[in-house]
């Protein structure tokens, strides 16, 4: 995938020891990101996130449908991804499929919690406009335009990102529905309930290269890399979800060690993207 | 259904010759080899283009001109409803085989022998006229990755609807059954590359239909120019000459 001299890979394994990588950051530095909010008009909320070379669109469209009946107070959520192929050519045709499924389950591993809908990042009964029989379904559809690694980082910013931008349109539910009828809804076209999205965790990967672990890989150092952890933590420092990539294997202690400095990781992050989104909305109010 | 006011308005507030506010950027995606951003109204598309580089697969290659390929992709949010769609329905390999025959007519294909051109455009959001939005990114990402061509081969659309001729239709005309003709051309040359149409349409009044998106083109012909000596500017400026 990426063609690297014997040169190239000890330079940029020797800079991760010395803790200065090729682009002059620290092992635990971010790159500068930049939010966009707002950038496709169709959609409920929608969000560009842009960390180096990597860029990534994620939108949130809103649909009423029927809760399952096992979680009749949850509203659903799903997420999509699609590794567009001007990203790479090698995600031409359906070359993108496999990298698509494995970042949309890491995502709805990260976010949406077990199959019984507890301890999701994003509140689901918040969706919820009659119990049991009407909910709103969120479709995430995530589109990955420049790939140039930690892209399971930065969707998980853009879904965040997004969800802060989505008004989600007020419901009047006629009432005199009984039973197993199905009430008549009517959408507000003026009204848009705000999305709540202080609990949303972000994502942070630690990639581990040689005895070290860096944030924020680009391609090059992701291609050296012996394995990546996943963890998506929110604003309280909990840990809502864990995705372990790469063959080689991890001794428990590191592993333990790697999750703690995430969690250290995240607080940084958390604030750094709050306020970036922040000023991303208020550009757009003022456009 | 009205689709020309009596005021001679157009249900956007455009006068029927009027283009939809066009907007173009170079150079949206890092990694490839040239990109571009085109935006016709509403429509939003991103090309790349990654090349010419060594022929992936080698039954392909072509031992005295280059091998020009082409994909188009509508992502999942680009239209009014949500679509879970299949990759590589009829439509879009048809689009993409409009794309790629557009472009090889105008690269000087014979310049590079033996090697390979992949050129990648990704609907953001459709309103109509994304065939022609295309062609337009595509052109623009060809010429930022320095791709040697004949001409900057742009593409219009216009139709006919209301006994009026109306130029770059949006989805909502485009859906309303009157005729649709696309056209792609050179400018410089002065010669049609791309000409589709459906429905049916009088020859003396499909000659002005013509003739309006041919000026089309050669608007959009001005501001793609105006764009990439803009980008010229720009590139000249950071190398500090």
């Known amino acids: 995938m990426v063609g690297l001299s014997l040169g190239e890979k000890h330079f940029i394994q020797g800079g991760i020891a010395q803790d200065i990588r090729s682009d002059g950051r620290k092992r635990l530095t971010y790159r500068p990101i930049n939010v966009e909010t707002g950038v496709i008009p169709q959609a409920n909320g929608s969000a560009r996130i842009r960390m180096g070379a990597t860029d990534v669109i994620s939108t949130v469209k809103a649909e009423l449908g029927k809760p399952i009946s ?10 999509y991804v699609d590794c567009s192929p001007t990203a790479a050519p090698m995600f031409e045709g359906r070359g993108g499929e496999e990298l698509s499924t494995e970042l949309s389950v ?8 077990g199959k019984s809908g507890a301890g999701a990042g994003i509140d689901l009964s918040s969706l919820v406009v009659v119990e049991g029989k009407i909910c709103w379904d969120l479709y995430i559809d995530c589109l990955v335009v ?7 980082d930065a969707l998980g910013a853009a879904i965040k990102a997004a969800l802060s931008n989505t008004g989600i349109p007020r419901v009047q539910v006629a009432a005199g529905a ?3 009828e199905q009430p008549e809804v009517d959408i507000s076209d003026e009204e ?5 999205t202080s609990d949303i965790p972000v994502i942070v990967t630690l990639t581990k290269v040689g005895r070290h672990y860096i944030v924020d890989a680009t391609t090059e150092e ?5 394995s990546a952890i996943s963890i998506s933590v929110n604003r309280k420092g909990h840990i809502c979800g864990l995705t372990k990539r790469g063959g080689a294997g991890l001794d428990p202690s590191i592993v333990l060690d790697m999750i703690s400095v995430a969690k250290h990781v995240s607080e940084q992050l958390m604030n750094k993207l709050d306020s970036e989104i922040a000023a991303a909305e208020a550009g757009e109010d003022e456009s | ?25 170079i150079g949206a995606v890092t990694k490839a080899d040239g990109s571009a951003v085109f935006e016709m109204g509403n429509t939003k598309v991103i090309a790349a283009v990654y090349g010419p580089r060594e022929v992936q697969n080698r039954s392909q290659q072509i031992n005295d001109q280059a091998l020009v390929r082409c994909e188009y992709s509508m992502a999942n949010f680009s239209t009014g409803d949500r679509m879970r769609k299949p990759k590589g329905d009829r439509r879009s390999t048809e689009i993409s085989l409009v794309i790629r025959q557009t472009m090889e007519a105008c690269i000087l294909t014979h310049l590079m022998p033996r090697s390979q051109i992949d050129i990648f455009v990704q609907v953001l959001q459709a309103d109509g006229g994304t065939r022609s939005a295309c062609i337009n990114a595509a052109t623009l990402a060809l010429a930022d990755a320095g791709i040697p061509m004949r001409d900057l081969v742009t593409s219009c659309s216009s139709g ?26 050179l400018p410089k040359l002065d010669k049609v590359t791309l000409l589709q149409m459906d429905s049916k349409l009088p020859i003396d009044i499909f000659e002005n239909v013509m003739q309006l998106a041919i000026e089309g083109c050669k608007a959009i012909a001005n501001y793609i120019r105006e764009i990439m000596l803009e980008n010229t500017k720009q590139l000249e400026y950071r190398r500090g000459i």
Request: charged share 25%.
């Open chain 1, 70 to 79: 096992l979680q009749p107070d949850k509203g659903k959520v799903s997420i």
């Open chain 1, 222 to 226: 992701e291609s050296q890399m012996s």
């Open chain 2, 1 to 25: 259904m009205e689709f020309v006011s009596p005021e001679g308005l157009r249900l956007d507030g455009r006068r029927p010759m009027e283009m939809r506010q066009i907007r173009a950027e």
């Open chain 1, 146 to 152: 420049c790939s140039d690694g930690n892209l399971l």
């Open chain 1, 192 to 196: 848009f309930l705000q999305f709540d």
């Open chain 1, 106 to 113: 890491a995502l709805q591993r990260s976010l949406l919690g």
């Open chain 1, 178 to 180: 009984s039973g197993d």
């Open chain 2, 160 to 185: 006919y609807l209301n006994s009026t001729p109306l130029l770059d239709l949006n989805y909502v005309e485009d859906s309303a059954g009157g005729p649709d003709v696309t056209v792609g051309f």
